[in-house]
């Protein structure tokens, strides 16, 4: 089955603490990209990737890094994590960033930072 | 920076009633994509429409069509005879061509109920 799988589905830290959110895709798309969610404000995009060792800035990057080593992987990082990055966070993947074709979504990662 | 505005936060209907969600965005530049999304309760995104600058020819795909007007630059959503399923949040987004391609900017929603 074609998807986009995000872990974890959910994900509770503590300030300060290191964490991974792991995207994967099993439909060999080109382009890859982080959204965040938050009541009121839709989705901002945080990072995205139009090819394999190719990723530039969204609209709201700061507090994250991301990478992709491979083209099925787009792992978000969050190096430490502030309550402000408390959030419902979204991966999303489709077959070329050029030419903007629809996004497939993941279930999303609820995170909450203590 | 291009900019999306979805000026109604929230729409109650009854069931069987037409509803138009609205969608206005701002870009100076003169090729893009603009998409809707839905998310119903169960938290999921799922792609509805997808439509270039260059293609204002309006579209509709069973109880749904959608409205595209440049010249006021917006990209209308309406829902004939709605149902219940139909209840979600509903989002209106903007993708860039060219040196901007990968930038999308989504609108913060438009959350419909519709009532039986």
């Known amino acids: 089955e074609a998807q986009v799988t995000q872990n974890p589905r959910y994900l509770i830290t503590v300030t300060g603490k290191k964490l991974t959110v792991t995207c994967s895709q099993n439909m060999n798309h080109e382009y890859m990209s982080w959204y965040r969610q938050d009541p009121g404000l839709g989705l901002r995009q945080i990072y995205y990737?139009?090819?394999?060792?190719?990723?530039d800035k969204g609209d709201v990057p700061e507090g994250y890094k991301v990478s992709r080593k491979e083209k099925r992987n787009f792992p978000l990082i969050l190096e430490s994590p502030s309550p402000n990055q408390t959030s419902l966070y979204f991966c999303?993947?489709?077959?070329?960033?050029?030419?903007?074709?629809?996004?497939?979504f993941g279930s999303g990662t609820q995170l909450s930072v203590l | 920076a291009q900019k999306v505005t979805q000026a109604q936060t929230e729409i109650s209907v009854v069931e069987k009633e037409d509803v138009t969600l609205d969608c206005v965005y701002e870009t100076r530049d003169t090729t893009y994509y603009l998409f809707w999304y839905k998310q119903p309760p169960s938290g999921e995104l799922v792609f509805l429409i997808r439509r270039n600058s260059f293609d204002e020819q309006n579209e509709i795909s069973g109880r749904y069509s959608w409205n595209f007007q440049k010249s006021t630059s917006s990209f209308n959503f309406t829902i004939t005879a709605s149902q219940v399923v139909d209840s979600a949040v509903y989002f209106c987004a903007l993708s860039l061509y060219n040196t901007n391609a990968g930038k999308s900017t989504f609108g913060d929603g438009t959350t419909l109920t519709v009532k039986p």
């Open positions: 999303a993947s489709s077959l070329s960033g050029l030419t903007n074709e629809k996004l497939f």
């Open positions: 990737s139009m090819n394999v060792e190719v990723t």
